[in-house]
């Protein structure tokens, strides 16, 4: 053996004890028993996008950011959101010019957290805000979220609405979009990174796809955003759709925003991934209209039993036991005033056979000419955590769903973002039912708090949030889902074994 083996391996060996280097040997069995679970640590960066909020000038909306506390992380790190223009793109890739730090300097945080486990708020009005592109590292990575709420007095989609700002990704489901007269829907595509994205938009109806135009191959250039209105893809005019958006190349942050001319407007977030059973959480008490949208990707038939869980427990609507879906195409079904004055959860579950679906639901709120709507898509479990920021000390709702068992969960209502302290209650949601819980409120609040719910028990729990504002009359709400945060990682041990280097 030469030097300059003995120097490697003795290299290789030092590195392996700073570092940990995982072996290469097969596991013997009394190892593979006594393996410990990898560990959970909490994420070091974040990345959130959020689209472009209005084109009316009567438009006023505010963000809030949020970081649950977290154990474990570092002692530093930075969370903001800037714009997602052109100038920010061009800053990000020319570090050495003046030029780039005077567009640096012009794309000031929209906010800027300054601790964990109290919100950061920012507002803009009119309807020239961009799209925002967001970033949190060390103590702020861990469960960030933003909530962007958007208020607009009069005009196609008058009323609240509101989105959770999204991580980026590579595909998304959009069940319930329209292409009808009264209708104005567009996919807003957001790109955080150095280079374009390049993505396809697909479109399926009551009989299959729809022929597109210019669907295929949209670019969306580095640092930007890019609306797409939905009726200049095709000429056919639709109640009920379901948009497919894959990314071909790169990534990006993907939400729908629908306007109505008469029922208001809210933003539609992805649906959950394909799967056989589907929850969509938290349903008002006080809904006027509920209409079930449903799209099966795959190559065969879906057969769905529709349930309601509602305080009491599963119950089926009348008249609407089931769904038939057809492969490829989009079926959708009016429930009517289906909770009949108490909160609920629809549930899906197949007949007989497990076929992958995407689901969502319209909601309406009011009568008559004061009616506003909102959209709820099928959500995965909170999982360990999950947050929701932007709430007031009223004008705020938690339902929580436990449809396989009954489950223990406790709510934590942050400090305010002007002042206050935190605090915490813990509810139990019988097996079946939903619960629209009364909310703990921080002593002392100051502007507003997040929530953050934490399952104490290994049932499945499903959970949304609703804000409510009424303006002139007509009852703005707007609904986002409570997914798991991600926000921790699984890392897993390694074992040291400089003997591998020596075969």
């Known amino acids: 053996m030469n030097r300059t083996t003995l ?31 990898a560990a959970e640590l909490p994420v070091e960066r974040t990345s959130l996008l959020c ?30 959101l800037v714009a997602a223009t052109a100038e920010s793109a061009a800053a990000t890739t020319d570090k050495a010019s003046d030029k780039a730090t005077d567009k640096k300097k012009a794309t000031k945080p929209v906010v800027t957290p300054k601790a964990p486990g109290t919100p950061a708020v920012g507002d803009t009005s009119g309807g020239e805000t961009p799209a925002l592109l967001g970033t949190a590292e060390g103590k702020f990575a861990p469960g960030w979220t933003v909530q962007e709420t958007t208020e607009v007095t009069a005009g196609s989609g008058r009323g609240l609405q509101g989105v959770t700002c999204t991580a980026p990704d590579t595909e998304f489901w959009f069940p319930g ?3 009808v007269a009264d209708r104005t829907d567009y996919v807003h595509l957001t790109n955080p990174d150095d280079s374009a994205a390049v993505a396809d938009i697909e479109l399926y109806g009551k009989d299959g796809a729809l022929q597109t135009t210019v669907g295929e191959g949209i670019t969306i250039p580095a640092h930007s955003s890019e609306p797409i209105l939905l009726s200049t893809l095709t000429g056919e005019k639709q109640e009920d759709l379901t948009v497919h958006v894959n990314v071909r190349s790169g990534r990006v942050g993907a939400a729908v925003q629908a306007l109505d001319e008469k029922l208001g407007g809210d933003w539609l977030a992805a649906s959950t991934d394909p799967a056989g059973t589907q929850v969509v959480p938290g349903i008002p008490k006080d809904a006027t209209a509920v209409r079930l949208i449903a799209y099966a990707p795959g190559d065969a038939d879906a ?15 009348a008249g609407h036991e089931t769904l038939h879906v057809k492969a490829g195409m989009t079926a959708s079904v009016d429930l009517g005033d289906v909770t009949r ?18 689901a969502a639901v319209r909601v309406l709120r009011g009568k ?31 339902s929580l769903t436990a449809p396989e068992g009954t489950a223990k969960v406790k709510v934590t209502a942050s400090a305010g973002s002007g002042g206050g302290t935190a605090a915490s209650q813990t509810y139990t949601v019988k097996a079946g039912t939903t619960q629209e819980v ?50 921790t990682v699984a890392v897993p041990e390694a074992d040291e074994d400089v003997a591998v280097l020596q075969k």
Do not use: C, H, M, W
């Not at 290469?24 to 679970?37: F, G, K, S, V």
């Not at 499903?462 to 009852?475: D, I, N, Q």
């Open 7 to 37: 120097s490697l391996i003795a290299g290789t060996a030092a590195l392996a004890a700073v570092t940990g280097f995982a072996t290469l040997n097969q596991p013997d069995a009394a190892t593979a028993d006594t393996a410990q679970a």
């Open 51 to 80: 689209p472009s909020p209005s084109t009316s000038d009567l438009a006023d909306t505010s963000y809030t950011s949020f970081t649950p506390v977290t154990k474990g992380t570092d002692a530093d790190g930075t969370a903001e």
């Open 341 to 358: 004055g108490e909160a609920g959860s629809l549930v899906l579950t197949p007949t007989d056979r497990s076929v992958p679906v995407v």
């Open 303 to 317: 057969d769905l039993k529709v349930q309601l869980a509602s305080p009491s427990g599963l119950i089926t609507p």
């Open 177 to 179: 979009v329209s292409t």
């Open 368 to 398: 008559g000419d004061r009616q506003e709507s909102a959209f709820i898509t099928a959500t995965a479990p909170v999982g360990t955590r999950a947050s929701a920021a932007d709430n007031s000390a009223k004008g705020s709702t938690l």
């Open 438 to 487: 009364e909310l703990p409120v921080p002593a002392g609040l100051k502007g507003t708090y997040a929530l953050t719910v934490e399952p104490l028990t290994d049932t499945p729990v499903y959970a949304s949030r609703t804000l409510t504002a009424t303006t002139e009359g007509v009852p703005g709400f707007t609904i986002q889902t409570l997914p798991d945060d991600r926000g």
